[in-house]
């Protein structure tokens, strides 16, 4: 899966579940994990990642201000 298509998926989530994105996101990861599914929880750790990135209020130190 692609970056775009993965940042796209994790806005979906967020604009859809809200505040419960993540916690369905981690429950997707469970069920992809307890099927042996690498590649799903691949692509299901970059969503996560993206929706945490995009749910993040506070810079990180040294992050420049665009």
Not at 47 to 61: H, K, V
């Amino acid at each position: 899966m692609d970056e775009i298509a993965i940042w796209r998926a994790a806005r979906l989530l967020i604009d859809q579940y809200g505040l419960a994105a993540i916690e369905r996101g981690c429950a997707r990861l469970r069920e992809l994990t307890a099927a042996g599914d690498i590649e799903g929880c691949r692509v299901w750790a970059r969503i996560l990642a993206a929706m945490n990135e995009l749910r993040r209020t506070e810079r990180w130190y040294g992050e420049p201000v665009n």
